[in-house]
């Protein structure tokens, strides 16, 4: 403890040994002030106060300088520094500062702050297209609070997460920096090159805060956060926000500027509430105070962000510039609670250079060797935003604690702990070698059990084997699971073996074997769950089942950027399954159990007859402009609403004991969801597909539809079923056309109703095709609301869905449930 202590005192010392120009800043009560803006006139050279109101400048040339001190509510203060020497100390007191309307609305024929936000609508695109292209320094902290932290979620032990926690079960749970180069090309294209990354408590991570993750430019209609959200400057931000003058003020240069009060028109749109500042004759950006709440940026997890953006001017350059930016959030859900901030620096900028579209690939951003191995010494000099007391005292403690969990006597005392077996471990054991990395257990789901008519009762259990490598960027699984059917009275086993390569690009090679049951669709559109609830409550056994005895071999792997490969091969054993059971909890007079022939429901007859096959997949799927993040030994690929997703297959049945049962498949897929600005989501998911020699093939190997006779979904999204079809009522060993489309509004139409708008409730469209040779087109229409609930609970959607098939064939009322 006394070597934590003597260590915080040494970091806090060093502030004023290590940096060139440092101070404190004040208000008149000598309270400190965060979050002021410390600029070089006329340069975009600066940095920010931290919590405690205190500042580093880092600069190398011993000259005069004019330091400006901007801090929105307070008074500009200038400072001519003459320096000599290094370091030099400035501490500054900022007074608040008047707004003043005078005669502007006494003169006003109409809102003048509609006028002014008029102007700055009418010169966004200008302001916009002022900035082509540019280069700068970024610098960001991230760091985020829990507060009263439980002891368990649903059921799991919390811990101290990492050391994070003290008595009270609060402290910071994530704190990093990061040092960067950025690129920019207009309109979109941003690339970041990190030179210095750290995470407390980790000495060899990397932090998440990246430029590209905080670039939040309000010249555009919406801004990515969370959801599309309205820029109080888009084009038609007069239909979200109405706009107050609160008071105008001059700043250091005598531009007039504009604080205009946002205020949203209805409270659940995806739009801000707050300030922007607007700068007078020029329209631009001068600073931003805006909040949106979790429910209209569709994070439901938080209660509100608050986000502040300060802009710098240059005569050189004449362009406004985001020099500062800050996120706080506050959360609260499942029984945690706390909130953090994201603070990012932006200097050194270079503008309308040289960059060019061929300056731009698919990598976003990339990492220097040893980026994440810097010293205390390089971050104390470069770090343009000082550390708090609390961030200090947090990087040292949890360096220390690092030290002490990952040497083996306290991963071994730790292990010896977890390892005892209790009483709650009936149902679920594990066994951990933390030092070594691996892992061994059972698991008996209760999710596991369920009821189906060939099986009855069944149950699961499972046994299973891990050991990791490097930090899991290479791994090695293996288990065994056993299913029981209880009046079938047989036991069925699988296992497999797994092995990951590397985090690049990701290869993955399995082999697995053994006899299991499997729905005919090998898409499982019938969860056991709902078909439980459906057989025993309802009578209605819709899950068909044969048995499968099978060795199977899986390669995949991304053999180039945006492009994986799939291949699996297997030999399979077929047998056709009946019913054991009619068991069933409210029993009908008028009705019983159909057969488990999907072909005839009506006869206990066999689909098919027994027999072998080897059967071959390959399909490759491309993700078009896909890009992604370079991390040392790691690849996260990143995808885009901009491009399509294509994937082609080929499916090969070969070798059968039934020679009528060999044949061939070619298949396409094509699917893409994307934001209509703040008209909402619209997806689609197409499929085509072609059978050749497949006149008699086993009925397992023809293609199925997903389709839905339970009027319960758990899917969330629709563009992958048919709501109101038959499992098996299209099946086809043909030729193929599928299409489904869904259009989610997001509250663009029902945020607009009164009334209704307080609900917070989406509308969502779809429709849906499905033809194939020798039947009538099908086609099903839906309209539904999602979002139903209360609360951060909004878990239901409830859909209308009519079907056609040579005119109006049925409709049905359909129910959504996200949560299972």
């Known amino acids: 403890m006394k070597k934590a202590l003597l260590c915080l005192v040494f970091t806090l010392l060093s502030y004023t040994i290590t940096a060139q120009i440092n101070g404190t800043i004040t208000n008149t009560e000598n309270?400190?002030?965060?979050?002021?803006?410390?600029?070089?006139?006329?340069?975009?050279?600066?940095?920010?106060?931290?919590?405690?109101?205190?500042?580093?400048?880092?600069?190398?040339?011993?000259?005069?300088?004019?330091?400006?001190?901007?801090?929105?509510?307070?008074?500009?203060?200038?400072?001519?520094?003459?320096?000599?020497?290094?370091?030099?100390?400035?501490?500054?007191?900022?007074?608040?500062?008047?707004?003043?309307?005078?005669?502007?609305?006494?003169?006003?024929?109409?809102?003048?702050?509609?006028?002014?936000?008029?102007?700055?609508?009418?010169?966004?695109?200008?302001?916009?297209?002022?900035?082509?292209?540019?280069?700068?320094?970024?610098?960001?902290?991230?760091?985020?609070?829990?507060?009263?932290?439980?002891?368990?979620?649903?059921?799991?032990?919390?811990?101290?997460?990492?050391?994070?926690?003290?008595?009270?079960?609060?402290?910071?749970?994530?704190?990093?920096?990061?040092?960067?180069?950025?690129?920019?090309?207009?309109?979109?294209?941003?690339?970041?090159?990190?030179?210095?990354?750290?995470?407390?408590g980790d000495d060899s991570g990397f932090s998440f805060n990246n430029a590209i993750d905080v670039d939040y430019n309000f010249y555009n209609n919406t801004v990515e956060f969370g959801n599309e959200i309205i820029s109080p400057i888009a084009n038609n931000a007069f239909g979200y926000?109405?706009?107050?003058?609160?008071?105008?003020?001059?700043?250091?240069?005598?531009?007039?500027i504009n604080k205009i009060n946002v205020i949203p028109k209805r409270k659940n749109d995806p739009i801000f509430s707050g300030s922007i500042y607007i700068v007078e004759d020029q329209w631009t950006i001068y600073a931003i105070e805006l909040d949106i709440t979790g429910v209209q940026a569709r994070i439901p997890a938080v209660d509100i962000i608050s986000l502040k953006q300060s802009f710098s001017y240059s005569e050189k350059e004449d362009i406004w510039a985001i020099i500062s930016q800050s996120i706080?959030?506050?959360?609260?859900?499942?029984?945690?609670?706390?909130?953090?901030?994201?603070?990012?620096?932006?200097?050194?900028?270079?503008?309308?250079?040289?960059?060019?579209?061929?300056?731009?690939?698919?990598?976003?951003?990339?990492?220097?060797d040893k980026a994440n191995k810097k010293d205390s010494l390089f971050w104390k000099q470069i770090r343009p935003v000082p550390l708090t007391t609390e961030e200090s005292t947090d990087y040292i403690k949890k360096d220390s604690i690092q030290n002490v969990r990952e040497s083996r006597p306290y991963l071994d005392s730790l292990d010896r702990e977890n390892n005892r077996f209790k009483l709650n471990n009936v149902l679920g054991y594990t066994y951990q070698n933390s030092f070594k990395d691996y892992s061994f257990g059972f698991d008996i789901p209760l999710g596991g059990f369920q009821f189906n008519t060939v099986q009855g009762y069944a149950a699961n259990a499972n046994i299973f084997y891990t050991k990791n490598y490097d930090d899991f960027k290479q791994y090695f699984r293996a288990n065994v699971g056993f299913q029981y059917g209880f009046s079938?009275?047989?036991?069925?086993?699988?296992?497999?073996?797994?092995?990951?390569?590397?985090?690049?690009?990701?290869?993955?090679?399995?082999?697995?074997?053994?006899?299991?049951?499997?729905?005919?669709?090998?898409?499982?559109?019938?969860?056991p769950f709902w078909n439980s609830v459906a057989t025993l409550f309802f009578e209605e056994n819709y899950m068909k089942l044969y048995e499968r005895g099978f060795v199977q071999l899986n390669y995949s792997e991304e053999l180039f950027n945006g492009f994986r490969f799939y291949s699996s091969l297997s030999y399979e054993n077929r047998s056709p399954l009946f019913n054991t059971t009619d068991q069933t909890f409210y029993p009908q007079d008028d009705k019983e159990y159909l057969s488990n022939n999907p072909l005839d429901p009506i006869n206990s007859s066999a689909p098919f007859e027994v027999h072998n096959i080897i059967k071959l997949n390959v399909s490759g799927r491309f993700n078009f402009g896909q890009k992604y993040l370079s991390y040392p030994d790691s690849k996260f690929n990143v995808s885009t609403d901009k491009y399509p997703t294509l994937v082609l297959s080929y499916e090969k049945g070969l070798g059968s004991t039934n020679e009528d049962y060999n044949f061939d498949q070619i298949k396409t897929r094509l699917y893409q969801s994307f934001n209509i600005a703040d008209k909402g989501r619209f997806s689609y998911n197409m499929r085509i597909g072609k059978f050749f020699n497949a006149?008699?093939?086993?009925?397992?190997?023809?293609?199925?539809?997903?389709?839905?006779?339970?009027?319960?979904?758990?899917?969330?999204?629709?563009?992958?079923?048919?709501?109101?079809?038959?499992?098996?009522?299209?099946?086809?060993?043909?030729?193929?056309?599928?299409?489904?489309?869904?259009?989610?509004?997001?509250?663009?139409?029902?945020?607009?109703?009164?009334?209704?708008?307080?609900?917070?409730?989406?509308?969502?469209?779809?429709?849906?095709?499905?033809?194939?040779?020798?039947?009538?087109?099908?086609?099903?229409?839906?309209?539904?609301?999602?979002?139903?609930?209360?609360?951060?609970?909004?878990?239901?959607?409830?859909?209308?869905?009519?079907?056609?098939?040579?005119?109006?064939?049925?409709?049905?009322?359909?129910?959504?449930?996200?949560?299972?």
């Open 328 to 368: 706080d959030f506050k959360y609260k859900f499942l029984g945690i609670k706390g909130d953090g901030r994201f603070t990012a620096v932006y200097s050194n900028y270079k503008f309308n250079g040289v960059l060019t579209s061929k300056d731009f690939g698919p990598e976003l951003v990339a990492f220097e």
């Open 695 to 820: 006149d008699d093939i086993a009925f397992m190997d023809y293609q199925h539809f997903n389709g839905n006779q339970i009027n319960v979904s758990s899917r969330g999204n629709y563009t992958d079923v048919f709501n109101n079809l038959g499992y098996y009522d299209l099946s086809t060993n043909d030729s193929y056309f599928e299409m489904h489309t869904e259009h989610d509004f997001n509250g663009f139409i029902l945020g607009k109703l009164p009334l209704i708008n307080k609900l917070n409730f989406n509308l969502i469209i779809g429709a849906h095709n499905l033809a194939t040779p020798n039947n009538i087109p099908y086609q099903e229409f839906t309209i539904g609301v999602d979002n139903i609930g209360w609360g951060k609970w909004r878990f239901l959607r409830v859909d209308y869905v009519r079907s056609y098939q040579s005119g109006f064939q049925s409709d049905a009322i359909l129910f959504g449930l996200k949560f299972f």
């Open 31 to 200: 309270e400190p002030l965060p979050f002021v803006n410390v600029i070089i006139e006329n340069t975009y050279k600066g940095t920010t106060t931290n919590d405690d109101g205190y500042y580093e400048l880092n600069i190398t040339e011993a000259k005069a300088y004019t330091l400006v001190f901007t801090y929105l509510g307070f008074k500009t203060v200038k400072k001519k520094v003459t320096i000599s020497k290094f370091p030099y100390k400035i501490d500054v007191t900022l007074e608040e500062g008047s707004l003043s309307l005078g005669e502007v609305i006494v003169n006003a024929e109409e809102n003048p702050a509609n006028a002014i936000m008029r102007n700055a609508i009418a010169k966004r695109k200008e302001n916009l297209e002022k900035i082509n292209s540019y280069k700068a320094d970024f610098y960001s902290r991230g760091l985020i609070r829990i507060k009263d932290a439980p002891e368990k979620i649903l059921g799991q032990e919390v811990g101290d997460l990492g050391g994070g926690l003290d008595s009270t079960r609060s402290g910071i749970i994530y704190l990093s920096e990061t040092i960067s180069k950025i690129q920019f090309l207009r309109p979109d294209k941003l690339k970041e090159k990190i030179t210095a990354s750290k995470v407390s």
């Open 488 to 527: 079938e009275r047989k036991l069925r086993g699988t296992g497999a073996l797994s092995f990951k390569f590397n985090d690049t690009s990701r290869a993955f090679l399995t082999l697995t074997a053994g006899v299991q049951v499997a729905q005919y669709n090998a898409s499982n559109p019938i969860r």
């Open 241 to 256: 926000y109405r706009y107050k003058l609160e008071g105008v003020f001059y700043d250091d240069r005598g531009n007039l």
